[in-house]
């Protein structure tokens, strides 16, 4: 079942180290997709910003600054959504729901972070608080050492994840090279991301420096419409279905590696969607840690538990494969600037889904997959994109 959504323009900063502000990177990545959805701002009704909290907020009233972009903006409705790293897909959905309300027929969103400007040590703590704070075990764990931990039970389980691990950061990092955006242009050998070096430090065995997502600033933007209304735009995108499953915050009390959140939401996607997951042409799944997209191999249900590394050896998520993963580069190598990630995937779905993707373009791609989480597997958001068809 549709939701009745369609997305039909689309913003994206470059991601990466970046000069401009905060304030910069929203309005940027606010006039790209209106200009590109050719609408007129004045008929915009409401707009919905993306970004994190726990210490990351630089401008504490950002929602606002979604204004700055233009005069015809002033005096519409304007809310930020944090729901840790999947704080853009959040806000896709606060903006979903009130078009469904019948509140509005046509709504902005942005995702936006600006990281570079803290050290490292303050965006590591910043990050953790997206953990449980109220276990003295947990609140102790920034999130390299949470996924740590989930590749050293992964290689007691089942089998070393490291090989795979390696695969998949070369992977990603190959693909980013088709993508102008990515803050990394930067390919890596197997040898490379596999080996322990000064340049590839452990972070928290066995995750290595390219096991980890980057630190990053950068915003990117939808516009979203009712499907009745999308008709009357150059370039449309269903949201074919959208979901969003929440699991208890604590470790403690789940089985992190089971990844059940993410698999009970793609499986509710793809049942409303009405689709298989061999119907889908490319994904773009949230690889904060390359054992993160291992685990999501498994949780969307490409192999079975504890065998990820097929989807690798088969080449079934390369480029040209049955279902290419991150051709975007991922948050490996595109970056993660956390508020705009969740934006990020839908506004680069977008993209290959209207054909405009450049060097990254699946041919023929009509059906697109997003998988955007928030914390340990706590927040999880999956949305199935589909092109209009006629």
Do not use: W
């Not at 088709?178 to 066995?206: R, W």
């Amino acid at each position: 079942m549709s939701t009745g959504i369609s997305i039909v323009g689309s913003g994206h900063t470059k991601f990466g180290r970046l000069q401009e502000n905060l304030e910069e990177l929203i309005v940027a990545a606010t006039r790209e997709a209106v200009e590109e959805a050719g609408i007129d701002p004045a008929d915009i009704d409401a707009v919905f910003l993306g970004h994190f909290n726990s210490g990351l907020v630089s401008d504490g009233f950002a929602s606002s600054l979604i204004h700055q972009a233009y005069p015809q903006l002033r005096f519409k409705p304007a809310m930020r959504a944090e729901n840790a790293c999947a704080s853009g897909s959040a806000a896709i959905h606060a903006g979903m729901n009130t078009i469904q309300a019948g509140k509005a027929r046509t709504v902005l969103v942005v995702g936006a972070e600006k990281m570079t400007n803290r050290s490292t040590r303050d965006v590591t703590e910043a990050l953790a608080g997206a953990g449980y704070r109220n276990d003295a075990d947990e609140a102790d764990l920034s999130f390299p050492q949470v996924f740590s931990i989930a590749a050293r039970e992964y290689e007691k389980r089942h089998a070393s994840p490291l090989d795979a691990m390696a695969r998949i950061a070369v992977k990603n990092h190959a693909n980013a090279m088709a993508n102008p955006l990515a803050q990394m242009h930067k390919e890596f050998t197997f040898e490379q991301c596999s080996t322990v070096s000064n340049s590839n430090p452990e972070i928290a065995p066995p995750l290595r420096l390219t096991d980890c997502s980057l630190v990053s600033d950068g915003a990117a933007a939808v516009v979203l419409t009712s499907d009745d209304n999308a008709v009357n735009f150059p370039k449309a995108v269903k949201l074919r279905a959208a979901a969003h499953v929440s699991d208890f915050l604590p470790m403690s009390r789940r089985d992190f590696l089971a990844f059940e959140g993410p698999e009970r939401a793609f499986a509710e996607a793809l049942s409303s969607a009405s689709v298989s997951l061999g119907d889908i042409d490319f994904a773009e799944v949230h690889d904060c840690f390359t054992i993160a997209e291992l685990l999501t191999y498994e949780a969307m249900g490409l192999t079975p538990k504890g065998q990820g590394v097929r989807a690798l050896d088969d080449g079934t998520v390369y480029r040209g494969g049955a279902l290419p993963v991150n051709l975007s580069g991922g948050l490996k190598a595109k970056g993660h600037p956390v508020g705009a990630t969740g934006v990020s995937m839908h506004a680069l779905a977008f993209r290959q889904l209207t054909g405009q993707a450049g060097e990254m373009q699946t041919p023929g791609a009509t059906l697109g997959l997003v998988f955007n989480m928030g914390g340990s597997a706590v927040a999880n958001y999956v949305s199935v994109l589909e092109a209009h068809r006629g």
